[in-house]
Structures are given as structure tokens and as C-alpha cells.
């Protein structure tokens, strides 16, 4: 079974650039989650879909951040303008839906300069 | 607010020792937790869970116990291993909500 994919895994911007961020998540897992991780700091939610739909976007940024999740398969995450506190590492995971683990993609790192 | 808290950073346990890393909440509506380890750049991969139902659950060298009156549970590594030498994030979720909160990590290192 492949795991979550996400590109790219590393990505350099100057501020008030937009940037956008791709994830695949595993076959059939109807849930799909991005969270937002800062150095030093646990994995933040931003979003989360069941299948196409947002279930929760209650930490998303919503004047710089979007994200979409079309045909409930794969989804993009974007930020326009981009801060300097973006800086992060993006994760995407995804979920069959229900209690149980999450399956994680590598990450994308996000420098903003 | 913080609701998932790892107040200690880091760690350092001597191999073939016990590494006990502890994890406290502050929701009492919390009934699931899982133990997740992240190794320099990858993902967090699932290591344990616990539901409320239980106060304990074992898989091989990883225990993890759960005090609810306490709020706290705690993933126990028995004998620790180089490879262990990791960073360890614990979640807790509702049920219902799909939805995990994790904290901050605690990284673990081994020593050969």
C-alpha cells in the first residue's frame, strides 16, 4: 500500500509570495487532514476533509490560507501572501475516518524569507 | 491552551534501560490517545493507542498507560534501543470528532 505523498518536500520563498502545496493521500481513506508544525512545537491542524468536505477549518488562517480537496482524492493546500511566520513544516495525513491512527506524509519544509 | 502537554523536551536513557515518556491532558471529554514517533524529516508514524475504556495497552516492547482521574498517560519502551532515538509526539482526541490535538514532542535519545 503507498503512503501519503506530498511535493514538493522542501520549498524557499520570499514574503508576500504564494506558494502552493500538493498531498495524495492513501487509497480509500475517505479523511484527510493538514496540519501546520513550527519548530519546537507539536502538529497544529489547519483542516480537515471527509471526502470533499471541510469538517473543521476552525485554525485556518482563512485571509492568507485556502485549501481544496476536489473529487474527495487528493488535495492542495495554499498560502497568498506568505509571512515570515509561515515558516513551518506542512504535513498532510489521512485516515480511513473514525477513531484510529493517522497516516502521515513526509512533509513539505517551508522557509520564508 | 495548551490541552495536550510533554513537559519534558528531551531524554536521555541508556540502552537495554526503561524510557517513560509522560503526557498529560486538560479535556476530560478526551477518550482516545495515541503515541506517535518522527524521525528527522519524515512524518510521524503510529506507534500505540489507548482508548478511555482501558488503562493499559501493550504491543511488544511499548506499553502505554492511561490515569484518567490524573489526566496523564505514559508510553513505557522496555529494554530502549538506539533505534527508539526519536521524537515522540502523544494525541488525544474526542470521539466523534476524528479530530487529535498533540503536543509538543519529547525527543529521546538512547545511548549506546
Known amino acids: 500500500e503507498a503512503g501519503v505523498a506530498q511535493s514538493p518536500r522542501y520549498k524557499i520563498i520570499e514574503k508576500r509570495q504564494s506558494v502552493a502545496f500538493w498531498c495524495n493521500p492513501i487509497?480509500?481513506?475517505?479523511?484527510l487532514y493538514w496540519y501546520q508544525q513550527i519548530l519546537g512545537q507539536g502538529p497544529k491542524l489547519l483542516i480537515q476533509?471527509?471526502?470533499?468536505?471541510?469538517?473543521?477549518d476552525s485554525q485556518l488562517p482563512k485571509d492568507r490560507f485556502s485549501a481544496e480537496r476536489l473529487k474527495g482524492v487528493d488535495s492542495t493546500l495554499k498560502i497568498q501572501p506568505a509571512k515570515l511566520e509561515d515558516s513551518a513544516v506542512y504535513l498532510c495525513?489521512?485516515?480511513?475516518?473514525?477513531?484510529?491512527?493517522?497516516?502521515f506524509g513526509p512533509g513539505t519544509r517551508l522557509t520564508v524569507t | 491552551d495548551q490541552q495536550v502537554k510533554q513537559n519534558s523536551p528531551s531524554l536521555s536513557v541508556q540502552e537495554g534501560r526503561i524510557s517513560i515518556l509522560n503526557c498529560d491532558y486538560t479535556?476530560?471529554?478526551?477518550?482516545?490517545f495515541l503515541w506517535y514517533k518522527k524521525y528527522p524529516a519524515e512524518g510521524p508514524t503510529f506507534l500505540i493507542s489507548?482508548?478511555?475504556?482501558?488503562d493499559k495497552n501493550e504491543d511488544g516492547r511499548f506499553t502505554v498507560f492511561l490515569n484518567k482521574s490524573a489526566k496523564h498517560l505514559s508510553l513505557h519502551i522496555v529494554p530502549s534501543q538506539p533505534g527508539d532515538s526519536a521524537v515522540y509526539f502523544c494525541?488525544?482526541?474526542?470521539?466523534?470528532?476524528?479530530?487529535?490535538?498533540f503536543g509538543t514532542g519529547t525527543r529521546l535519545k538512547v545511548l549506546a
Open positions: 495525513a489521512s485516515s480511513r475516518g473514525g477513531v484510529g491512527e493517522q497516516y
Open positions: 487509497s480509500g481513506h475517505a479523511t
Open positions: 476533509f471527509q471526502n470533499n468536505g471541510v469538517v473543521d
Open positions: 479535556n476530560s471529554m478526551f477518550d482516545y
Open positions: 489507548i482508548s478511555s475504556i482501558k
Open positions: 494525541a488525544a482526541s474526542k470521539s466523534g470528532t476524528y479530530k487529535y490535538i
